[in-house]
């Protein structure tokens, strides 16, 4: 059922970029193909977006909660759930997102590991042809070996993504209510935050140019290639997205 459903679906997909437009390279191809599978889950990654905006917007009010109820952790969970309800979120959306995306990850670097060198026509659909596989991303970069460059540009993307994106997460000091210790709740939230901008792109760096290379060294250039398309489409999709919420 995962080839039937998610992997064949995908790996045709991408062969069928190429054999539609053959004078492309597989790195263009890749672009082409990230861009419309973040495209098809976009419905999904609107709703978890909007999500935590309105989570962030009823922050101060399940603040009041939490320190309302500090001392009993049940009935503070249960209030903050009634008011969630009560502003129409649901705070379980990101989770469905992740639970989804999960199978298509997994079966994405499966189809970019079993396309070089040659495709398989075993897993091709009888409509689909087999095209020539050109593995030189714009004419530079060999995507069949691990590169630096494609490394320090997913690296760059994860960044920028965070960046912008964390930042337009944050609320303005007026908003943030002190807990009984005298302590802004807020902080810890800040301070994860302000690791995750700086780890989630050294991890970034170091996968595609270290732990990627080491199990899937033909694969890791193409994953480098989508991670950073990914990033960078989820960062405008966000923007796009919170600008047009707010706007109403």
């Not at 691990?146 to 490394?151: C, E, G």
Request: charged residues 15%; without cysteine; glycine residues 4%.
């Amino acid at each position: 059922m995962y080839n039937t459903l998610i992997f064949e679906p995908l790996y045709n997909g991408l062969v069928g970029i190429m054999d539609l437009l053959p004078w492309i390279d597989l790195g263009m191809a890749v672009i082409i193909f990230t861009i419309i599978v973040k495209l098809a889950l976009f419905h999904l990654s609107k709703s978890s977006i909007l999500t935590q905006v309105k989570m962030k917007e009823v922050e101060p009010e399940a603040n009041k909660i939490k320190a309302q109820y500090a001392n009993d952790r049940q009935t503070q969970a249960l209030k903050i759930m009634e008011l969630y309800k009560s502003k129409g979120i649901k705070p379980f959306a990101g989770i469905l997102l992740l639970i989804i995306q999960l199978p298509i990850l997994l079966a994405l670097l499966s189809v970019f590991y079993k396309i070089i060198p040659t495709i398989n026509p075993d897993y091709l659909y009888s409509f689909v042809s087999m095209p020539s596989v050109k593995t030189m991303f714009l004419g530079l970069i060999d995507l069949t070996k691990p590169s630096l460059i494609l490394a320090i540009m997913t690296a760059v993307a994860q960044f920028v993504q965070l960046h912008f994106s964390l930042a337009s997460k944050q609320f303005k000091p007026a908003t943030v209510n002190k807990d009984q210790t005298g302590t802004p709740p807020l902080d810890f939230a800040a301070s994860m935050n302000k690791q995750m901008k700086y780890m989630l792109p050294a991890l970034a760096f170091i996968s595609t140019y270290w732990l990627i290379p080491a199990k899937f060294p033909q694969a890791a250039s193409i994953i480098a290639l989508y991670w950073s398309v990914s990033a960078l489409f989820t960062l405008g999709q966000e923007l796009v997205i919170r600008k047009r919420y707010l706007k109403k």
